[in-house]
Structure formats: structure tokens, C-alpha cells
């Protein structure tokens, strides 16, 4: 399974992006972003073929996880951008088709794509 995110780059605070990430396939899909210094951390999924979504409580909102089946592209609208979401962002993919939060549960991952929100 290869895993190809794309859509990062430099915001203003207050700014959107889209991030998209290409080999969804028929798995569960999901995003995470690390920042520097920091752990690992959930931000999104969403299940195959996409009826159920999970976030991480700091998106309060602002970003929203969709997948198009057909062209087996998985995406994350990223609004209201604020510093803090400053991060690489990793899409990932698991052979389970509705999963959560926990890293662990995923067996793939993409490159990651460099989001960087300034004040």
C-alpha cells in the first residue's frame, strides 16, 4: 500500500487548506500530525466506505475528514487555522474499516505534508 499525502504549505491564522492523501483503497483511513518536539497525535478518521468519522477534540470543528471512494482519495479541510495546528501531517491507513484514534491500530503510512500556520 502506498500512501501519497499532498496539500500542505504556509498559511496565515484564520486561513483554510485541503490536504488530500491518494490510496484509500477500502481501508479505514486516518490523519495524524506531529509537531516538532512533540508526540504523534490523532487528528481524524473515517471509516470504509465512510459512514462513521471520529476527531480529536482540538479540532472543535474546524476540520472535516471525507474520503471519494472511486478515486480511492482520502481528504481533510482544514478551517479556522490557528499556529497551534502547525505540523507534519501523516495520512495512514488500516486493514480495519471502521478505527479510531489509537496509532496503533493502522498498518500503513504515507510521507507526511508540512503545514505551517503563522500568527
Known amino acids: 500500500v502506498q500512501l501519497q499525502a499532498s496539500g500542505g504549505g504556509l498559511v496565515q491564522a484564520g486561513g483554510s487548506l485541503r490536504l488530500s492523501c491518494a490510496g484509500s483503497?477500502?481501508?479505514?483511513m486516518g490523519w495524524f500530525r506531529q509537531a516538532p518536539g512533540k508526540e504523534r497525535e490523532f487528528v481524524a478518521s473515517i471509516s470504509f466506505p465512510g459512514r462513521k468519522t471520529d476527531y480529536a477534540t482540538f479540532v472543535k470543528g474546524r476540520f472535516t475528514i471525507s474520503r471519494v471512494n472511486v478515486k480511492n482519495t482520502l481528504y481533510l479541510q482544514m478551517d479556522r487555522l490557528e499556529p497551534a495546528d502547525t505540523a507534519v501531517y501523516y495520512c495512514?491507513?488500516?486493514?480495519?474499516?471502521?478505527?479510531?484514534?489509537?496509532?496503533?491500530?493502522?498498518?500503513?503510512w504515507g510521507q507526511g505534508t508540512q503545514v505551517t500556520v503563522s500568527s
Open positions: 495512514a491507513a488500516s486493514n480495519l474499516q471502521t478505527v479510531g484514534d489509537a496509532w496503533t491500530h493502522y498498518n500503513y
Open positions: 483503497e477500502r481501508y479505514g
